[in-house]
């Protein structure tokens, strides 16, 4: 479970300082998917920050199964929007990263390397380097990182903008497929209302400046099969944009 007990963000010294999030409350069961949608500059990487344990200087309470965010001790995957991959390492080599960097790849590892490989689809691709990838092929690379770490909380900026649309509901699919086998807790800020509705099990709304929680929508069309192109699917979204809009305006 992740626990979100009115976190408030400053960025700077007084009489400088910044307030980038207010009064943010929220928890996610253990296993769930969190999209936060919100305007820019409402807090959302702010918040990725805190739960990453990259900034530490806030005011509240942020805990994984009730322990305060220590990066050392909880396994913390992070996706960020250039997927993070070490240009000189190959693709087993960028995967394995995360498990060896927390100092334990063991024999098990290897083996849920070659199921992560077959499952992303990246068999064969084990030995090219991320400047012989497409941003697809990268992403998956860095999504099967993420998932061979067993994180206790996987965090996602943006994770697919930087692909074309067709790509992106790709691997959004694939996402979802590598989740449902090993569900962990995650958390995605993304611009894209379908993205949203697609992998959020719960769908936040960030709004203002400082950025404030405005909305909480349990999602009844996650993990539906076939979502994608039935009415509710279209109707949610439609919700959300036309919610999306007042937001913004205010
Ligand atoms: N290191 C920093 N120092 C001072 N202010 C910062 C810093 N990082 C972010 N901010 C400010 O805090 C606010 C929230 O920033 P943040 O990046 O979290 O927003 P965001 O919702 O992720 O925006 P976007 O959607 O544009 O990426 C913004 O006004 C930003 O200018």
């Known amino acids: 479970m992740i626990t979100i007990k009115n976190l408030s963000v400053s960025y700077g010294l007084a009489p400088e300082q910044y307030e980038a999030l207010r009064h943010i409350s929220l928890e996610l069961a253990g296993g769930e998917t969190c999209a936060i949608v919100g305007p820019s500059g409402c807090g959302k990487s702010t918040l990725l920050r805190v739960l990453a344990g990259i900034i530490t200087d806030f005011s509240g309470a942020v805990a994984i199964n009730g322990q305060p965010i220590t990066p050392h001790q ?34 098990d590892d290897t083996e849920a390397l070659s199921v992560l490989l077959q499952q992303l689809g990246l068999k064969g691709l084990e030995n090219r380097y991320p ?34 649309a067709i790509t992106r509901e790709e691997i959004q699919a694939v996402f979802l497929n590598a989740w449902r086998q090993r569900p962990v807790s995650t958390v995605l800020v993304t611009h894209h209302v ?32 076939d979502i994608r192109s039935s009415r509710d699917f279209f109707q ?13 305006t205010l």
């Open 194 to 225: 379908e993205e949203a509705v697609y992998l959020g099990r719960k769908i936040v709304i960030l709004t203002g400046r400082p950025g404030f929680l405005n909305t909480v929508i349990e999602n009844p069309l996650f993990g539906v099969s």
């Open 236 to 248: 949610l979204c439609l919700e959300l944009r036309k919610k999306l809009k007042e937001e913004w």
């Open 74 to 107: 909880q396994r913390i995957g992070f996706i960020p929007q250039n997927y993070g991959l070490l240009p000189w390492k190959n693709v087993a080599q960028n995967i394995l990263l995360g498990v060896k960097i927390k100092s334990r790849q063991a024999a």
């Open 131 to 164: 400047g012989e990838l497409s941003g697809g092929q990268q992403q998956r690379v860095a999504l099967a990182r993420s998932f061979l770490l067993k994180p206790d909380l996987l965090l996602m900026d943006e994770p697919f903008s930087a692909l074309d």
